[in-house]
């Protein structure tokens, strides 16, 4: 009975194990500065050479760009290269940055989207076109422009007479805007003097520009 209660006793007076003290947690990484380059925006389609987002704003991608073709309908990420285009796209993450849309530079876009209208001032250009002797005088003539897709039939040209034809466009300031010029179709477009499909014709806008151009030839009429 002595030999138990001294054990019970040694028991109660014996120290507890240490424990170990828990360690405080560490701190969050310092979050990485948003690139002066990167913009946040939401994709309405993407079809490899220009991308469209919300607001109707149609942005220029590079041939080289690393882009993902999944991003119609989301929100994604665009970085802008020196020289306006797109050289990288992807869907945006929860836990991405990314500068607003808004930010994008204006010469990122081949057409400005509605929504910076307020910003960028519209002025009227006058666009005059002259086509060859054998264009059908019953045809009517089309501007096409990137702002579309190259849609052949986007504007139809006024009849100044048989062989001229003319436009007047509202743009915004200051935007680039390339087009070329059809009778309504692909098949029906312009060509040069060698029957190769020119370079666009490209125009900056300005309040009273007037731009004046030749159609050398058409696709469809050879002779």
Not at 12 to 40: E, H, K, V, Y
Not at 120 to 137: F, G, K, M, R
Request: charged share 15%.
């Amino acid at each position: 009975m002595i030999a138990r209660t001294a054990l019970l006793a040694i028991a109660l007076i014996a120290p507890l194990p240490a424990t170990s003290p828990t360690p405080a947690p560490s701190p969050s990484p310092a979050a990485s500065p948003t690139p002066a380059n990167t913009f946040r925006s939401v994709a309405l389609a993407f079809d490899g050479s220009r991308l469209i987002v919300a607001g109707g704003g149609v942005l220029r991608v590079a041939p080289q760009c690393a882009c993902a073709n999944d991003v119609a309908g989301r929100a994604v990420i665009v970085t802008i290269g020196p020289d306006g285009a797109i050289v990288a796209l992807r869907r945006a993450l929860p836990t991405d940055g990314g500068r607003p849309a808004k930010e994008i530079p204006t010469s990122a876009y081949v057409f400005a989207p509605h929504a910076s209208d307020d910003d960028a001032q519209l002025v009227t250009v006058t666009i005059d076109v002259s086509v060859p002797n054998q264009t059908p005088p019953t045809d009517d003539v089309y501007l096409s422009s990137e702002r579309s897709g190259w849609n052949p039939a986007e504007i139809r040209l006024n009849r100044v007479d048989a062989l001229h034809f003319s436009a007047q466009l509202k743009l915004p300031e200051g935007v680039r805007f390339a087009y070329r010029i059809t009778r309504g179709s692909f098949s029906t477009g312009e060509r040069d003097a060698a029957f190769q499909l020119p370079p666009p014709h490209t125009i900056v806008p300005n309040p009273g520009a007037v731009q004046r151009i030749a159609v050398d030839n058409w696709a469809d009429i050879t002779n």
